[in-house]
């Protein structure tokens, strides 16, 4: 698989008649592993890669055709790449130069696969900060995708809810989400981890408000 992964970056230039469609192609394809060794160094920067994380990735980034079968195995093996991440982030600017509307749809991206789970760690939050550095994301397009998992956005809170509210609002969206209020044979595998992790995520924003209401 490295080995492939290698042959597909350093391969001979293609012959002239055919350099204009291929050269797209290859654009598509250098563009798609970045976004894969990008997402996941994001996903294992906190330690092994976790099973809401992967979802998380693939939620985010529903990738389609006969490669769908490998993605798997190249975010493992992109969790072991030595390769600095701002080779990646290189490697997107090239494929699609001074695109900010997709720079923006990314780091939206990231940040949720960062967040699956738990509450962005400071190292993963350094790092995003950094991509969106060198993608020329403006300060205010970041903060509002940051403020977007901030514990009062998962929970659909104002900042000055009381923590009667903050109670309240727990409550309905875990009678909502829980897994538990749904049959064995209503859910999907898929949909079951979905609102698992989904739970996790608002249990987590109503820990952390907790604790500071306290």
Avoid at 86 to 109: C, G, N, W
């Amino acid at each position: 698989m490295l080995q492939s992964f290698k042959q597909l970056f350093f391969r001979q230039p293609p012959k002239k008649p055919a350099l204009v469609k291929i050269d797209n192609d290859f654009r598509q394809i250098s563009f798609t592993f970045a976004v894969i060794a990008l997402s996941a160094r994001i996903a294992c920067l906190d330690g092994e890669l976790t099973q809401e994380k992967y979802v998380a990735f693939r939620e985010s980034f529903p990738l389609k055709g006969g490669m769908c079968g490998k993605i798997r195995s190249l975010f493992a093996l992109a969790c072991d790449n030595p390769i600095p991440y701002h080779h990646y982030v290189t490697q997107i600017k090239l494929a699609f130069p001074a695109r900010q509307d997709l720079f923006v749809s990314l780091m939206e991206r990231l940040f949720r696969i960062a967040a699956a789970g738990g509450q962005v760690s400071s190292e993963a939050a350094y790092m995003l900060y950094d991509v969106a550095q060198r993608l020329s994301v403006s300060a205010a397009d970041f903060n509002k995708i940051r403020h977007a998992h901030s514990p009062h956005e998962v929970l659909g809170l104002e900042k000055r809810a009381s923590p009667r509210t903050l109670k309240e609002r727990y409550r309905e969206l875990m009678r909502r989400y829980h897994p538990d209020r749904f049959s064995r044979d209503e859910l999907s595998p898929e949909v079951a981890l979905l609102l698992q992790l989904k739970t996790s995520e608002i249990n987590e924003a109503y820990r952390r408000l907790s604790k500071k209401a306290a």
